[in-house]
């Protein structure tokens, strides 16, 4: 029983998946060079999306507290990194955690409303501080830089720097990987039975002893410290720090991202995060085409393709896969694992 107990706990509990972490990691390590430029940013972005969506997965999935404004505390992450090394001097690996840190403690400010309200008017405040964020960023130009943006220098280690497309994808892989390991303990430890607790009965959950009060503004400084990790390896990608960056849809699009691969579900998080950015690719690739084929309403058609599809996603899988992908993917697997005795009826 002891035996059956540890290997449910342990983070690999086959040796298959040592092997496919492993194989991943080393397919990480030997790809890059033979990857394009433009393959290598969308997997960098894919990558920094996966750290910010694991964040939002973490207080919205599994505690239930809905947020749409993720991207204003990546902002407070990106900016509070982007002063530090470029006006102060400080180094990236410093830079980086109080990054975190910061929006950790922002994300604590704007997730006190959340002790009294709830559900809409929760959603409402998180969106208000999104707005909050970017307006201070504007108006302390002379530490912002404003509207204007700010230069950013790019990550080192000693003689090592990272300014290449590979050597960033590099990097930010690494952060991935970490940010899934990390999400994944603090989902299956005491902390994340008290978030799903929370999320699924509060009253239940006050009655059993759990205090909401710690465990609420847990789960917004935990998803707003990943959040700002995400922020500041955005701005040091691009090397340049600006609000245009953050613009309030793309809350909606990480948002997107845990309905499409599995609310509450930590690989499910790394799925729809995988899924949506290959899909806004998709997007790119297609809408001149299709601009081309239509040309009476080619402007209006390739400016509002990117949000038609955001939307019709959002949409089909809230209809007919709310779970997402990854509860699909559980079921094809027992499907297959109780065949023939399996039914055709695995929900």
């Known amino acids: 029983m002891e035996q059956l107990y540890k290997k449910e706990i342990s983070l690999f509990k086959e040796k298959k998946d040592w092997f496919s972490f492993l194989a991943l990691v080393g397919l990480i390590a030997v790809l890059p060079p033979f990857l394009s430029d433009r393959i290598l940013t969308i997997f960098t972005m894919i990558g920094i999306a996966i750290v910010s969506v694991h964040g939002l997965n973490l207080l919205t999935g599994y505690c239930g507290q ?18 530090l090394t470029s006006k102060s001097g400080l180094s990236f690996w410093i830079a980086l955690p109080l990054a975190g840190l910061g929006a950790g403690v922002a994300g604590l400010i ?24 970017i307006w201070l960023v504007i108006q302390l130009h002379d530490i912002t830089g404003g509207s204007d943006g700010l230069a950013v220098p790019k990550p080192k280690i000693g003689s ?7 050597k960033y994808f590099y990097l930010v892989s690494f952060f991935a990987i970490i940010s899934t390991i990390v999400a994944h303990n603090i989902a299956r430890g005491r902390v994340g039975r008290a978030f799903i607790a929370i999320r699924d009965h509060e009253i239940a959950a006050e009655v059993m002893g759990i205090n909401l009060w710690i465990y609420k503004l847990q789960a917004f400084f935990v998803g707003c410290v990943y959040a700002g990790v995400a922020g500041a390896l955005l701005v040091h990608y691009f090397g340049f720090a600006s609000v245009d960056q953050f613009p309030f849809i793309d809350s909606v699009w990480y948002l997107a991202m845990l309905i499409v ?20 690719e998709l997007v790119t690739i297609v809408g001149p085409i299709l601009a081309k084929a239509f040309p009476a309403v080619a402007a209006q058609f390739a400016a509002s393709l990117s949000l038609i ?21 559980d079921l094809v697997k027992s499907y297959f694992r109780l065949w023939p005795f399996s039914t055709e009826e695995t929900d």
């Open 261 to 280: 691969g599995g609310m509450g579900s930590t690989f499910g998080a790394v799925v729809g995060a995988i899924c949506l950015k290959l899909l806004d």
């Open 309 to 329: 599809v955001r939307g019709v996603i959002i949409a089909v899988f809230l209809i007919f896969e709310p779970r997402g992908l990854l509860h699909r993917w």
């Open 66 to 83: 809905v947020s749409l404004g993720h991207v204003g505390f990546m902002a407070v992450g990106a900016y509070i990194s982007a002063v």
């Open 110 to 133: 704007f997730g006190l409303p959340s002790l009294r309200i709830k559900g809409f008017y929760l959603i409402m405040s998180t969106v208000a501080a999104h707005f909050i964020v």
């Open 160 to 166: 090592l720097v990272f300014n290449t497309k590979a």
